[in-house]
């Protein structure tokens, strides 16, 4: 494995020169030393086992991360900035304060996990299940939240930007409406407060 990262690094630097990294669908996850702050920038590691692994300080910029299996796996202030991670199972990782602006993490299993203090500016979480997930401090302004699963306990006090203010807001009153809950004045509040959301006119 040492052989095709040095190999990737040469292809990172000169595109002529190296191979890029292509560990799909392999199983790394004995690969403990070798894994820790390893530059795996726009590295394939579709379909990849890498359960338990130490990712701590690792480059994810830009890899193809989809369907892989991170369960357990430490990715503390990992780079996965624009990294793919569609379907990936990461469950009971710990992701404190990755970088994950951009990822695309559309219906990834992140139940459990820690993402204390992570950066998930502009991610996409469509269809994401969260369940469980440790999001305090964390940042999610302009990230999708569309049909993702959020658990409700202290744990999930995120940063977010307006529209998902108002998306939150959206269904809180629903379910006062429904539940006949909160004075009418409350409801009218909110009712102004959550106008131009994205999904106004389908809700």
């Known amino acids: 494995m040492k052989d095709k990262l040095e190999s990737h690094l040469?292809?990172?630097?000169?595109?002529?020169?190296g191979v890029?990294?292509?560990f799909s669908n392999q199983d790394l996850r004995d690969q403990v030393e070798v894994l820790k702050e390893a530059i795996l920038q726009?590295?394939?590691l579709s379909y990849t086992n890498l359960t338990g692994a130490n990712l701590q300080g690792a480059n994810l910029q830009g890899a193809n991360l989809e369907r892989a299996n991170?369960?357990?796996?430490?990715?503390?202030y990992a780079n996965l900035t624009y990294a793919n991670l569609v379907y990936a199972n990461l469950e009971g990782a710990n992701l404190k304060d990755a970088n994950l602006t951009y990822a695309n993490l559309t219906y990834a299993?992140?139940?459990?996990a820690s993402l204390m203090y992570a950066r998930l500016i502009d991610s996409n979480l469509q269809g994401a299940n969260l369940k469980g997930a440790n999001l305090a401090g964390a940042n999610l302004k302009g990230a999708n939240l569309d049909f993702a699963s959020l658990s409700?306990?202290?744990?999930?006090?995120?940063?977010?930007?307006n529209e998902i203010c108002k998306q939150l807001v959206a269904h809180t009153l629903r379910i006062m409406e429904l539940s006949d809950e909160g004075s009418l004045e409350l409801r009218k509040m909110m009712s102004d407060y959550k106008?131009?959301?994205?999904?106004?006119?389908?809700?």
């Open 10 to 17: 040469m292809w990172l630097e000169n595109k002529s020169r």
């Open 152 to 161: 409700l306990w202290c744990g999930t006090q995120f940063k977010a930007d």
């Open 42 to 44: 726009d590295a394939n």
């Open 195 to 203: 106008k131009g959301w994205h999904k106004e006119d389908e809700f």
């Open 20 to 22: 890029r990294a292509d």
């Open 109 to 112: 299993d992140i139940a459990g």
């Open 70 to 76: 991170l369960e357990d796996a430490n990715l503390t």
